[in-house]
């Protein structure tokens, strides 16, 4: 079963490198066919096996020879080793499919906020729709408790803080972020997205000045944060609860 879930995971990878490359051209994402970006070739089935067509095709295209973005094979490995851990956690629930169709628009997300400094606002609609499907249904088939406050509560005061951050930075932070860590909000509820938060800051702070320290980045160079907060919500989801009760029994009842 767990083969089956990280083929899974990779074939999905593929569409989401569609979806990476077309979304911000605004092209659509299911005509035309995948084809190579460069000669506009149109791929074959076998050119479209998630991470082995890279390793036979040695990273080049089959018709043109132009090489072909790491980011293909590391986004259809990164995404099925994602569905295997959210597997290992939920089994084959709700919240594993509620969590891997997440966890993959957030791939989308990180990939294009990491070049083009834009979160779309329909990712973030559809993280919202989602969230609100996925609570109501949890009622539904499990009787549990909406606890719609908690949601909005979540919702409202993360995107309350990063409002607040884009005021004072003037403009550091965009509104992408407000709106990503909104809906990431509502999703979580109110204590385990300020944890989101709180790691969001401190990956922020320590890759930033790991890549000032190498010269990867200069001072003045942008740097987007949607990257830091998609990484902060899967620590969230898959560890979160392990570092609340850490936190509680370290520094709240010494």
Not at 2 to 13: A, D, E, N, S, V
Not at 69 to 75: A, R, T
Not at 107 to 132: C, E, R, W
Not at 219 to 227: A, C, E, L, S
Request: hydrophobic share 55%; charged share 10%; aromatic share 16%.
């Amino acid at each position: 079963m767990f083969i089956l879930i990280f083929l899974l995971g990779t074939i999905i990878g593929s569409f989401l490198n569609v979806c990476i490359y077309r979304i911000p051209k605004d092209q659509s994402i299911c005509y035309p066919p995948s084809h190579c970006p460069y000669c506009s070739a149109p791929l074959k089935w076998y050119n479209l096996i998630p991470i082995i067509s890279f390793l036979v095709q040695r990273g080049r295209c089959g018709y043109c020879g132009e090489r072909i973005s790491l980011q293909y094979p590391i986004v259809e490995t990164f995404n099925g080793v994602l569905y295997l851990i959210l597997f290992n956690k939920f089994g084959l629930s709700l919240d594993f499919i509620f969590y891997s169709i997440v966890f993959s628009i957030l791939l989308i997300i990180f990939f294009i906020d990491l070049y083009y400094q834009i979160i779309p606002n329909g990712l973030n609609i559809l993280i919202l729709i989602l969230g609100v499907i996925y609570k109501f249904l949890q009622f539904i088939l499990y009787n549990k408790p909406i606890e719609l406050l908690n949601s909005l509560l979540g919702l409202i005061i993360s995107s309350g803080v990063f409002f607040l951050i884009i005021i004072i930075s003037k403009g550091g932070m965009g509104g992408g972020d407000m709106k990503l860590i909104g809906v990431l909000g509502f999703v979580l509820g109110l204590k385990k997205i300020a944890l989101t938060i709180f790691l969001s800051f401190i990956l922020g702070a320590i890759i930033s000045i790991f890549l000032l320290l190498f010269k990867i980045k200069g001072r003045r160079d942008p740097i987007p944060f949607g990257p830091f907060i998609c990484l902060a919500f899967m620590i969230t989801i898959f560890w979160g609860d392990n570092i609340i009760i850490w936190y509680i029994n370290r520094f709240l009842l010494r």
